[in-house]
Nanobody, 123 residues
Framework: VQLQASGGGLVQAGGSLGLSCAAL????????MGWFRQAPGKEREFVAA????????DYADSVKGRFTISRDNAKNTVYLQMNSLKPEDTAVYYC?????????????????WGQGTQVTVSS
């Protein structure tokens, strides 16, 4: 499956931004989907994941209560709504797809990756 993330940009602290990740492929609904981010000089870190049906989700502690992951299998798209953004949320955000049914926070367990989209939060 090919993934293409979009929606990044520059926003002030406290603001909101929505990311989208479109998948090319007829088996999108079979994948666990995740969002990761990587700030300069740091390792890629887990942000959120969602199960194939959308009924199960998981979030990093740092984004709980502020970010919401969702998916629309009819549109082959996964979303990340980010509210109350902080400067420390600044990073390149990546969407990823995993064959593993259970939600996973480990990057190596994701099989396909999008190209990344930059999110910059100014203070």
């Amino acid at each position: 499956v090919q993934l293409q993330a979009s929606g990044g940009g520059l926003v002030q602290a406290g603001g909101s931004l929505g990311l989208s990740c479109a998948a090319l492929g007829r088996t999108f609904s079979m994948y666990t989907m995740g969002w990761f981010r990587q700030a300069p000089g740091k390792e890629r870190e887990f942000v959120a994941a969602i199960g194939w049906s959308g009924g199960s989700t998981d979030y990093a502690d740092s984004v709980k209560g502020r970010f919401t992951i969702s998916r629309d299998n009819a549109k082959n798209t996964v979303y990340l709504q980010m509210n109350s953004l902080k400067p420390e949320d600044t990073a390149v955000y990546y969407c990823a797809a995993s064959h593993i049914v259970a939600l996973t926070t480990t990057p190596s367990r994701y099989n396909y990756w999008g190209q990344g989209t930059q999110v910059t939060v100014s203070s």
